[in-house]
């Protein structure tokens, strides 16, 4: 029986995939295209290969967290659609939408990628809210780096809208003054089949890998997160070249960030 | 006869296509005097009679089809098998050719287990769609490494080719081992990964133009 | 009082920017984009498959299920949560009636198509835009469809009748309006959708249905185009 799991190991000792790429290439095109909802106040389209995921970013206000009462807050949720992809289902978020969040959230969360004291409209009373929406469109692997990337792309496109007297958002008017970011954050997950290491996995490589590791990487190639998955275990030697790999691939995926 | 429209033109649902003695054919329905397409395809023409030859959407199982199932469920005297289209069909043990069966008390799983691929015979289609698989004639049985692509059911006359000329020039070109599923599943092997990549490429480019003209020299081009 | 010129300029019978792409989810059978103004849809067309659970199935016929989605971030105004609504049910339910008009599933008893549509920007008439990807959509997916089924509202701004509203007009307040999503069987010209909600004269009603036909001449043929430059670039 053509076993997928066996196939990849077969390739990657020849240094190979089924498609044809590297273990450490990525699929082409990779494309990142902003603004693409008007009543978002910011958003992206981000494409690898044949994976599609959209982010939209909108700005609440509300009141702050009372243990942080000059600070403004962030919220990240994923929908998987079933328009993405045939396994997936109507309803509340399943586990994997849940953990793809999580995992994004903590990479931009943790690294304080937003100054959210920023975001503090009256102390104790008022604040922004930074809600992303990650979109999956069309579901062919790999959604973690991707949905990364679109947040990262969407926060970046997003503005403010104007406020209304009583500090109510105007969501017609839109300012000219961006979200405060202070670091570019990417997560990208390196995954694991036998001994060999490999990235951007489609939807077939995703049913086959032993482990997964996903790293959030900042510009200057320190972390901010990390995320094993899978049930293979790792040894020391394992991590620290998935990490290597991470932050060298989340170079690459920032210049794409940068040329939009 | 009144065609309204040129040979192989592409129309789209409800687009007229012909009109007076024209007679209508398969992915057409009268009305009036005119006939309109049911669906989006490529309009051809045979001896008075107007057909569309659609370019996408699900296969229908048909007696006598030869189809690469995937075993999804073992049931107590056989296997029920996805067949890539909206029903699911049946390989009774008794149609299973094999010398390992071991009778009643045997475990089916130990011969065909879930996940595997099988190269069958449809030999019934009810009314409802119930299906009947068999595996007795020489070629047909289980599929055993290489891998396993999915393409248009509606593409797999292009990829076979007339009295098979396109697989066959793919198997010689490539040297891989085809079997074309007339339901869209397409088993390859080959012992070079390269050749079996680039067999695969060949029939994702007959999917792609298959409905454009010369597509045996585009494949030739290809392979060479 | 009367409404003199449209919020965006447009003519009275003058539909907005529209446009449309089919084939752009490659995991679906078939799928479209269908922009109309700032109101976008995506549509993905899955199956026939097997219907689960089991007693929803028809062992005469296949069925359609219609899944309209406005996607949180697609709003003008606040983020709207995930998980839908009666309102999205409603529209859902209506686009299901509307495209079984012209789809026949008789050769797949007991199966279902499932249409996904989810837009992520909206402005108005968003339930005519997601039929029109559905159309497209069922279409590219091959479903036996003995036409094409296209959509757009109509309606009366204070003493104007006029053809695809935009929010502006939804909501304008120097008179009273009429919001009236329609949707067409191109060759019968039958109308296989019809709401309204607000207020008008039978006359009225019958004159804008009558220009919502004609102006749905470009939404069809936007929808025809689409189709088949698929093909044609490849």
Partial sequence: MPDIRENMLNLAALGRRQDGRGLEDYREPISVEVGISRSAEGSALVKIGKTVVMAGVKLAVDKPYPDTPNEGSMMINVELLPLSNPKYESGPPSIKAVELARVIDRGIREAKAIDTKKLCIVPGEKCWMVIIDLISINDDGNLYDAAGLAAMAALDNAVFPKLKEGNIPDYKEKSNIPIPLTKNILPVTVFKVGQYLFVDPNQEEEEGYDGRLSVAVAADGNIAALQKGGEDTFTLEEIETMVDLAVQKAKFLREKLKSI | MGLLVKEKEIVIPGEVVADGDAKPSYGTYKDGDKIYSAFLGLVETNEGYVKIIPLSGCYLPKVDDKIIGRVIDILMTGWRMDTNSAYSAVLSVKEFVTSRYGGREDDLSRLIAIGEYVYVRIIKVTSQNLIDLSTAEPGLGKLKGGRVITINSHKVPRVIGKKGSMVTLIKEKTGADIKVGQNGVIWLRAENPDAELKAEKAIRLIEEKAHTEGLTQTVEAFLQ | ?234
């Fill in chain 3, 1 to 234: 009082m009367s409404y003199k010129r449209r919020c965006d300029g447009r003519g009275w019978d003058e539909i907005r920017p529209t446009e449309a792409k089919a084939g752009i989810i490659p995991n679906a059978d078939g799928s479209a984009y269908f922009r109309m103004g700032n109101t976008a849809a995506y549509c993905a067309v899955y199956g026939p498959r097997e219907l689960f659970p089991k007693f929803l199935q028809n062992p005469k016929t296949g069925i359609i299920r219609c899944h309209y989605n406005m996607l949180p971030f697609s709003g003008m105004g606040e983020r709207i949560r995930p998980g839908g609504n009666r309102r999205a049910q409603e529209i859902s339910l209506v686009m299901e009636k509307a495209l079984s008009a012209v789809v026949d599933l008789s050769d797949f008893p007991n199966a279902v198509v499932d249409i996904y549509t989810d837009l992520p920007e909206t402005d108005a008439g968003s339930r005519c835009v997601a039929i029109n990807a559905a159309a497209m959509a069922l279409a590219d997916a091959g479903i036996p469809m003995k036409d094409m089924v296209s959509a757009l509202a109509v309606g009366r701004v204070d003493d104007k009748i006029v053809v695809d509203l935009c929010y502006e007009e939804e909501a304008y307040e120097g008179g009273p309006v009429a919001d009236i999503p329609i949707a067409v069987v191109h060759n019968t010209q039958e109308i296989a959708l019809l709401q309204m909600d607000g207020e008008i004269s039978k006359e009225e009603l019958i004159r804008a249905i009558e220009m919502g036909r004609k102006a749905m001449e470009q939404v069809y043929e936007i929808q025809k185009k689409a189709l088949k430059e698929k093909y044609q670039d490849a």
